[in-house]
T-cell receptor, first 115, second 111 residues
């Protein structure tokens, strides 16, 4: 069964460093998302991406964040200068154009720890 | 604004039914979802319901939607220890595709 994959599973970085989180969505999916979950808090929407551009972003997704689909398979989230409060689990999700109720399929997540 | 709320914990005995409840605020939500998260894993889409339905059954899972009260529930029949996980309710608004999640209900199934 096709699935969304994410790498790395755990990333530790120093405050102020740049990180790139990688995702490989399901191959025939067209809509891509990033969410994050700070420990003990809700899963929060960050950004959605369709047709090579951002379709919606949350207040969290400020100028420090960017997304890219550099080729036909990868979808990346870059944080330019990490802060302590960026420590969270980051989930990538994808969905097809129609699909069963537009259901989003999630990857296993990348745990980002900023020291 | 949009908000989804769930109770945090539920404990049941193996073989009993579990009912996990959720309330939401956005009356324009088109679809509502239940996701399951096992330890160390991502969010697994379990089931969904369209906003013009009031019930959906899928094997051991029954979803009930009370649109007037903006209340959603997930019933798991014959709960097994393998059902122990965190269950998230999520709504999808009419605009865009983002999901708004509840805080998750941790289901503990005791043998």
């Amino acid at each position: 069964e096709p699935e969304v994959t994410q790498t790395p599973s755990h990333q530790v970085t120093q405050m102020g460093q740049e990180v790139i989180l990688r995702c490989v969505p399901i191959s025939n999916h067209l809509y891509f998302y990033w969410y994050r979950q700070i420990l003990g808090q809700k899963v929060e929407f960050l950004v959605s991406f369709y047709n090579n551009e951002i379709s919606e972003k949350s207040e969290i997704f400020d100028d420090q964040f960017s997304v890219e689909r550099p080729d036909g398979s990868n979808f990346t989230l870059k944080i330019r200068s990490t802060k302590l409060e960026d420590s969270a689990m980051y989930f990538c999700a994808s969905r097809s154009a129609g699909g069963a109720a537009f259901g989003q399929f999630f990857g296993p997540g990348t745990r980002l720890t900023v020291l | 604004g949009e908000d989804v709320e769930q109770s945090l914990f539920l404990s049941v005995r193996e073989g009993d039914s579990s009912v996990i409840n959720c309330t939401y605020t956005d009356s324009s939500s088109t679809y509502l979802y239940w996701y399951k998260q096992e330890p160390g894993a991502g969010l697994q889409l379990l089931t969904y319901i369209f906003s013009n339905m009031d019930m959906k059954q899928d094997q051991r899972l029954t979803v009930l939607l009370n649109k007037k009260d903006k209340h959603l529930s997930l019933r798991i029949a014959d709960t097994q220890t393998g059902d122990s996980a965190i269950y998230f309710c999520a709504e999808r608004g009419n605009q865009g595709g983002k999901l708004i999640f509840g805080q998750g209900t941790e289901l503990s199934v005791k043998p």
